[in-house]
């Protein structure tokens, strides 16, 4: 499965663990490439400014950042045209 680009940009510049130039494999936690709870709320405003989505405060869960797959499914419902390109595929 491929990453989409966007989300791999904005991910690999909070995964400490990531070594340059590997891949991201989109079921891999978060904390695992080194992604901690600070980090998930500058991804949030990362993740918002990029797709130009607001993620509800509620959603913010343990759950919904988990993985990059999960990151994913939540942007693809705030926004379902991303659902409909290429990389819905994760």
């Not at 709870?37 to 993620?55: A, M, R």
């Not at 993985?67 to 409909?84: G, H, K, Q, V, Y």
Request: hydrophobic residues 40%; charged residues 25%; negative net charge.
């Amino acid at each position: 499965m491929l990453l989409d680009l966007d989300l791999e940009r904005v991910l690999r510049t909070h995964s400490r663990f990531l070594s340059p130039g590997t891949d991201i494999d989109p079921d891999l936690s978060l904390a695992s490439l080194g992604v901690d709870s600070l980090d998930i709320i500058e991804l949030v405003v990362q993740l918002e400014g990029q797709f130009d989505v607001e993620i509800p405060p509620d959603r913010v869960t343990p759950e919904t950042f988990a993985t990059p797959a999960s990151i994913w499914r939540l942007l693809c419902e705030l926004d379902p045209e991303l659902a409909m390109s290429e990389s819905s595929r994760l």
